[in-house]
């Protein structure tokens, strides 16, 4: 059973992390069906950083510090990516749909390029000698305790920015601004609020979350190999996003669920009960997809979306 918690956090924590992303571009008035790419985007110029910064040795023997360097550099790389989608969202008013579906599928395409360029294959693996442990002992809380005797460093940083990023959104004068730009624009702006501005700001975080969440998963449930892929993780933390009704609850709760049927499938050979089913486990790989299909029907007419979302900000409206 601990085995199996423990294995439901590796896959939650990216989910939960991605999902609240999404939840802080939506509440702030854009769609953000991009996250797929920004993931992406994110997980392969983390890579790319994770194997130059090991190859020089720049960090010695300390992977920790690089672990977490890499993450944050993959952060900045979503967010940057992510600003193509609010400049066609926010300036030029595009179709918020069609642009983040554009971006899901240049993210694959650029990264597939340069991988190819690059190192001549449409994959890159991260060093033998890589790895996001924290070596848990003594001296941690018991309640730590539940990553196991080996956590990623990934885990630690995703539920603890989950938890000030939540606390943020709602508690901070900033925060309120931005969910007010996402309920209705035009009464925010009649008080001094720049929509613009806090749109953006919105958009930025969402990206910068998608791609640190693209490298906790390269680094963690995929073995270190990234590629033009994440493996669906991106569209599944956007149901979430939807299953939590774009609030922190909710989304943390749904992406527990969903990583727990996520891991079914890779641990379904070591779990007894599983084992003796004798089902493939591609059978379990698709559980969590007809689950999602199922909740959001039931779900639908329950949503709590933000009012405005999608729906470009024009000063001359009232």
Not at 2 to 20: N, R
Request: aromatic share 12%; glycine share 10%; net charge positive.
């Amino acid at each position: 059973m601990v085995f199996l918690l423990q294995k439901t956090l590796i896959y939650a924590a990216p989910l939960l992390i991605v999902a609240l992303g999404g939840m802080f571009s939506e509440r702030s008035g854009v769609i953000n069906l991009a996250l797929e790419g920004e993931m992406i985007f994110g997980a392969f110029c983390g890579a790319i950083l994770a194997r130059a910064l090991a190859i020089s040795g720049a960090f010695g023997s300390n992977i920790q510090l690089l672990f977490l360097v890499v993450l944050l550099f993959s952060a900045l790389c979503g967010a940057l990516f992510s600003l193509l989608l609010s400049f066609s969202a926010i300036n030029m008013k595009a179709d918020q749909t069609i642009g983040g579906t554009a971006l899901n599928m240049l993210a694959a395409a650029v990264v597939n390029a340069f991988a190819l360029s690059l190192f001549n294959s449409e994959k890159i693996q991260m060093p033998a000698n890589f790895s996001g442990y924290v070596i848990l002992n003594n001296d941690i809380p018991p309640i730590l305790q539940i990553f196991g005797d080996k956590a990623y460093l990934s885990t630690y940083v995703i539920v603890i920015a989950f938890v000030l990023l939540s606390i943020w959104i709602y508690k901070t004068k900033t925060g309120m601004r931005m969910r007010a730009c996402g309920e209705h624009p035009q009464a925010a702006a009649s008080v001094g609020i720049n929509v613009f501005k806090m749109r953006y700001l919105g958009t930025v975080i969402s990206g910068a979350l998608a791609g640190l969440g693209g490298y906790a998963y390269i680094a963690t449930v995929s073995n270190g190999t990234a590629e033009a892929s994440v493996g669906g993780m991106g569209f599944l933390a956007l149901a979430i996003m939807i299953f939590g009704n774009w609030k922190p609850l909710g989304i943390a709760l749904g992406a527990l669920l969903f990583g727990f049927l996520k891991c079914i499938g890779p641990v379904s050979s070591s779990l007894d009960f599983l084992k003796n089913l004798g089902l493939p486990m591609y059978f379990y790989n698709i559980i969590p997809y007809v689950v999602v299909l199922i909740v959001l029907a039931l779900t639908s007419k329950k949503s709590g979306c933000p009012k405005a979302e999608g729906i470009p900000y024009d000063k001359g409206m009232r």
